[in-house]
């Protein structure tokens, strides 16, 4: 079974994708298997959020935290580029935000 929105075909099914290697319904070039080494109290974190049904697996629950990090590296990236651009935001470029998010 494939992501929402995502058709895998079976094998034999006629459609392009149907002689590619079998992944567990997963296109071939789509994952990669690795070994890594992790603190104890992180993989119960992992196994705990499996166990609660907040996590498919612990893989998927691996990956979804890197997808989080490579956003977070993103929007740092982002920020980054805006202050070489505009400078460092002033006190009331703080005030402004700090209004429009309902934090005063």
């Known amino acids: 079974m494939g992501a929402p929105g995502v058709v895998i075909a079976s094998a034999g099914s006629g459609h392009p994708w149907s002689e590619r290697p079998k992944t567990g319904g997963m296109i071939a070039s789509m994952t990669v298997k690795l070994a890594i080494t992790l603190p104890d109290e992180q993989v119960a974190a992992a196994k705990r959020a499996v166990a609660e049904g907040r996590a498919a697996s612990v893989s ?45």
């Open 60 to 104: 998927a629950y691996i990956a979804e935290a890197l997808s989080r990090r490579s956003a977070d590296d993103e929007l740092l990236d982002m920020l980054a580029e805006m202050k070489t651009e505009y400078g460092e935001p002033t006190a009331d470029d703080y005030a402004w935000a700090e209004q429009a998010l309902g934090l005063r």
